[in-house]
C-alpha cells in the first residue's frame, strides 16, 4: 500500500521550490536597500522563514508568488527600520555601516568593477528610490504589481521610474544631488 502525502507535505515540497526560485531575487532586492551583506543574509533568511510558516495561506488568486514575497520582504524591512532606526543602521554619513566590497570579497560578483559601481551608485539613492529599483529591475515586477504593493497607480509608478533614471544618470555623470533637487 502506497503512503499519500498529506497537504502539508506537499505544501513543503512547493515551497521548496518558490525558495530555490526565488531566493536570488529576494536577497538582491533585500541587499539593494540596506547595502550590508551580513544583514542582508540575516534578513533574507527571516523572511523566508515568514514565508514559509505562512505559505499554506498563500493565495494566488490574489498575487503572484514573487509578489507575495516581496510584500513580505517589504514589511521585514520596514519593521526592521522602525526596531533599529533606519539612521541609526545604515546612515550614509556613517562609512563604517556600509561594507565596502574589496578584491578578496567572497562575492566574485563584487570583484566586476560593473557591480562595484553599481553599489556606488545605489549608496547614493534614497531608500524608497532603492526600493523602486529592487522591484523593477531584481525583482522583475510589473508597473501593475509594484503598485498594488506601494498602493499607487501603474502611471505613477512608471513616473516614479523615469525620475529615477534621470536622477541615477545625472549621478553617474558626477552630477551634485542638488542639480536636481
Known sequence: MQMSKTDNQ?????????????????????????????????????IFMKAMTHYE???PSIASVKTWLVNIARNTLIDEFRRSGRAQLYSLDADTEFIEPSELDEYPIMQNPVNREAHELLKKLSDSERELIGMIYFEGLSNPEIGA?????????????????????????????????
Open 10 to 46: 506537499l505544501n513543503k515540497e512547493d515551497f521548496a521550490v518558490v525558495f530555490e526560485e526565488q531566493f536570488s531575487a529576494i536577497y538582491n532586492y533585500v541587499y539593494a536597500r540596506i547595502l550590508h551583506r551580513e544583514r542582508t543574509e540575516d534578513l533574507v533568511s527571516e
Open 57 to 59: 495561506s498563500f493565495d
Open 149 to 181: 504593493i506601494l498602493g499607487i497607480n501603474a502611471k505613477a509608478v512608471s513616473e516614479r521610474h523615469r525620475r529615477l533614471l534621470a536622477k541615477c544618470r545625472k549621478l553617474e555623470a558626477g552630477k551634485s544631488l542638488w542639480d536636481f533637487l
